[in-house]
């Protein structure tokens, strides 16, 4: 018998994975399985290797995949494994040895998965292998060898999900959770520590998001460069290859998919480096969102930040050497407990010195349950004020040097809105909402997410007016 079962038990006491339908729910899939991808799937192992299958269908089925009873009507086959004893992880090599044999297209998942080098030298064409648990790393892998088929009469969402953004752009958010502990925070009580996202369903996301239209991507999680810490940088397969969960892996394969790609709450840590050529190939966004927070090396130490000032100026201006295009964003607290006029000194300093070309700052106030509450040296809410009309009288300047060094410069401007007057745009230094617009008087013509190469004619303090360049 061709069957690709539900099991537990011995192979003869397999079940169907599907069960058979009743007349009127054939009827109804019946419009679909000419053409929607049918997956099988194997099930050895406990009960809660047989929950986790529950958990893999569900997802699939949820995404219009139809589950095959046998070997001959699948597209691809799942087998979860057992590895408690000897005789489990024989059964189960042997399972794979069946669908590989009667089928073909093989993904493996469950106990097993952990020795994927075992399973790869008995049955080298299984297309994947992934560990217990991963449901999203199996499902991404069924992604991969037979894509979904999105009904857009019959999907109540969209294949790319339902957005609050404008088409063109999406926040991509590969992580929860945080590590750190900065004493003003609460995040970490909150959301718990880091929980990385696997690499491959990061990137399906993404790849799916751009095939509906997304012209850029912003990458977002509480720590961007910790990426995939938490995993141990485990590898997830993805179209025959397996890829790495970690933060430059990732920005390469996102810049690899032709669109923009803009880092956000990225910390300049050391491995920041290796993106920076990323970035000066063009393929992803010179642009880099580090929230500092201070630069006080006394602040910093009481904030529970890295608190090396000198390294990270030399970092930016070795950055800035592979990268002369690089724009920093960041985001400062002024005020924070015990804060001196000395410490509020270095902290302007530093904005002109690492020239910060886009910055929010924020009076401190004291979060219910911050440990930074406990602190002695309150600032009076008077000098918070006052600092932090300083910061933004100094910030300013720093960014409209650098929005007039723009003037009489051509670059590419992603379009985000169009009226009766013309278009607003950002160019690849300003993120939406946060950062500045490029203006685009009388520019009619186009459409919010097309990218126009402009000339630039004038600047302001935050802002660009530019046209675009003439077609000849
Ligand atoms: S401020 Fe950011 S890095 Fe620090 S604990 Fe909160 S979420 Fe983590």
Aim: proline letters at 7%.
């Amino acid at each position: 018998m061709s069957k690709a079962p539900i099991s537990k038990t011995p192979k003869s006491n397999r079940q169907s994975s599907t069960d058979r339908p009743s007349p009127k729910v054939r009827r109804k899939s019946d419009t679909r399985t000419a053409t929607a991808p049918r997956v099988g799937l194997v099930s050895l192992g406990c009960p809660k290797a047989l929950v986790d299958s529950e958990r893999i269908i569900t997802k699939l089925r949820s995404e219009g995949y139809e589950l095959s009873a046998d070997y001959a009507g699948a597209d691809v086959v799942i087998v979860n494994t057992c590895g408690f004893l000897d005789s489990a992880k024989a059964e189960s090599l042997e399972a794979i040895g069946e669908a590989v044999a009667k089928n073909g297209k093989v993904i493996v998942t469950g106990c097993l998965g952990v020795e994927k080098g075992r399973i790869l030298a008995a049955h080298p064409a299984v297309l994947a292998v992934t560990g217990p648990h991963q449901y999203e790393a199996v499902v991404a892998a069924v992604h991969d060898a037979v894509p979904p088929l999105h009904d857009p009469y019959v999907d109540l969402v969209p294949e790319a999900g339902l957005r609050l953004t404008p088409r063109h752009y999406a926040y991509l958010k590969i992580s929860e959770g945080c590590n750190n502990r900065c004493s003003f925070c609460i995040i970490p009580s909150l959301r718990g520590d880091l929980a990385s996202r696997p690499a491959n369903q990061v990137i399906a996301e993404a790849e799916r998001l751009v095939r509906a239209g997304v012209k850029e991507l912003l990458v977002i999680s509480q720590d961007t460069s910790a990426y995939g810490l938490d995993l141990k940088y485990a590898t997830s397969p993805w179209k025959g290859r397996d890829i790495r969960a970690k933060f430059y892996d990732l920005c390469a394969e996102l810049g690899a998919l032709g669109v923009w790609v803009r880092l956000h709450y990225v910390y300049p840590y050391p491995h920041v480096d290796e993106v920076i050529p990323l970035m000066a190939e063009g393929k992803i966004l010179p642009y880099l969102d580090i929230p500092f927070q201070h630069a006080s090396p006394r602040v910093l130490r009481a904030m529970k930040r890295p608190a090396s000032n000198d390294k990270v100026l030399k970092r930016i201006a070795a950055w800035r050497n592979a990268c002369p295009d690089l724009a920093l964003r960041s985001t400062f607290i002024v005020g924070f407990p015990g804060e001196t006029e000395d410490d509020f000194q270095q902290l302007l300093d530093f904005v002109g010195e690492a020239r910060i070309a886009r910055a929010g700052c924020f009076k401190y106030e004291p979060v219910a349950g911050a440990t930074a509450n406990a602190l002695e040296g309150a600032v009076p809410e008077a000098v918070k004020e006052e600092r932090w009309h300083r910061f933004m009288a100094a910030q300013q300047e720093v960014s409209t040097a650098i929005m007039a060094a723009r003037v009489g410069k051509q670059f590419e401007v992603l379009i985000d809105e169009v009226d009766d007057e013309g278009a607003i745009g950002r160019s690849p230094w300003d993120a939406p909402d946060i950062d500045g617009s490029v203006f685009l008087n009388g520019a009619t013509g186009v459409q919010p997410g097309d990218l126009v190469p402009v000339t630039v004619l004038h600047a302001d303090e935050y802002d660009l007016w530019a046209e675009p360049v003439a077609v000849s």
